[in-house]
């Protein structure tokens, strides 16, 4: 039975059983360091002494993933995992397998991935997004129009979330907060995410669609072009979402010298306040950057 089987009338996981497995992670995996710690997740490298090779062990908190899953109560919401191990794409990190431990917590065993974080190279002003900004805004396109083109909803696109290895390889590298992209799950109310890349019509509580991952994306690519988020900052996630419905974003001009006028137009139209007036799908928003004159940003 497919993962679909499972959300359209299966009634099983794929990875269900009347036995699953559970994993002692201190007997299979050797771990040489926490790597990152998410709101739902701790991160760490790993040893894998079962596939001989280092991976990303990521080992969710139990009590908030059930709390998470609860707000969709009904509905066949399929786990991080199974998400996770669905999907295939150069610009996704790739999951191996996924199960729960002997202590009863949520795993996943991803690929390892040499490299920094987005958000690092954009804090740092690193040297390295020199020539390649619009080369990894284009990756990201493309794999949202992957997911999206395979019903799935990102729901939490932006700098932490992605990875940039060694060799320039975009990654998104945590889909906690991914959904399928039915009905069921577009309905308003579901404030869940990022703050600083949640759409009007999420703060609004309105039925959303793909174009909230399209605003998401445009507030990376604003953030990568720029090193800024297109709205202030705020201590309180009320004021920021107040500033995003009334407060036009800012010029991106005004915030790196060098930006054209093109480029400038593009940004601003994919973080546009009404869904109808942004890019129809993320395919459109990397032909929209692809016409800009200088591709050298």
Known sequence: MGL???????????????????????KRFELSGRTGQGSMSKVYRAYDRDLGRN????LLDKEKTKKFEE???????????????????????RAFEFGTTTKGEPYLVLEWVDG??????????????????????F???????YMHDNKWLHRDLCTRNVMVTEDGVVKIIDLGLCV??????????NRTGTADILAPEIIKR???????DLFAAGVTAYEIFTGQLPWERSPSSEETFRRRLNTPPRDPRELKKGIGDDLAAVLLKSIAREPADRYASANAFKAAL??????DY
Do not use: W
Not at 139 to 145: E, F, G, P, R, S
Not at 180 to 189: D, L, S, W
């Open 71 to 93: 707000r969709f109560k009904g509905l066949k919401k399929p786990s991080e995992g199974e998400i996770s191990l669905a999907l295939r794409h150069d610009n996704i990190v």
């Open 180 to 189: 399928p992209y039915t009905p069921a799950f577009t309905v308003g109310g």
């Open 55 to 58: 991976v990303c062990l990521k």
């Open 290 to 295: 692809a016409k800009v004159k200088n591709q």
């Open 139 to 145: 990756q990201l396109c493309d794999a949202l129009q």
């Open 4 to 26: 679909f089987d499972f959300l359209f009338g299966g009634t099983k996981s794929p990875k269900s059983g009347s036995n699953p497995v559970r994993v002692n992670v201190e």
């Open 206 to 212: 309105k039925t959303t669609d793909h174009r909230v």
């Open 116 to 137: 920094n974080g987005l958000n690092y190279l954009v804090e740092t002003k690193s040297s390295q997004l020199n020539g390649n900004r619009m080369n990894y805004t």
